[in-house]
């Protein structure tokens, strides 16, 4: 089992920044974020393995930074030009090939 702990979020302007954290019990191989927003499907943001392989979606792509600190089990979200559509719920995920993790999810609001 483990457990992920999310810190991060609010409320920013447009163009603005935030940066999540996510905090995993131990280690894992691959670590990332998702996001939901209202009446839409849960989508991948952005994903970090453990050896720093990264992968994000295409709506993020240099706007958003995904890093990782595996002496502390943590990964990063370092988000840049937030948009009025990066409102969601931000999931933070834990998985390997069998298992999948989530954190309880912060808010993040875009708006003026």
């Known amino acids: 089992q483990v457990q992920l702990v999310e810190s991060g979020g609010g409320l920013v302007q447009p163009g603005g920044s935030l940066r999540l954290s996510c905090a995993a019990s131990?280690?894992?191989?691959?670590m990332g974020w998702y996001r939901q927003a209202p009446g839409k499907r849960r989508e991948l943001v952005a994903a970090?393995?453990?050896?720093?392989?990264?992968n994000y979606a295409d709506s993020v792509k240099g706007r958003f930074t995904i890093s990782r600190d595996n002496a502390k089990n943590t990964v990063y979200l370092q988000m840049n030009s937030l948009k009025f559509e990066d409102t969601a719920v931000y999931y933070c995920?834990?998985?390997?090939?069998?298992?999948?993790?989530w954190g309880q999810g912060t808010q993040v609001t875009v708006s003026s």
């Open positions: 970090i393995t453990r050896d720093l392989s990264t």
């Open positions: 131990r280690s894992i191989f691959s």
């Open positions: 995920h834990a998985g390997t090939a069998q298992y999948d993790y």
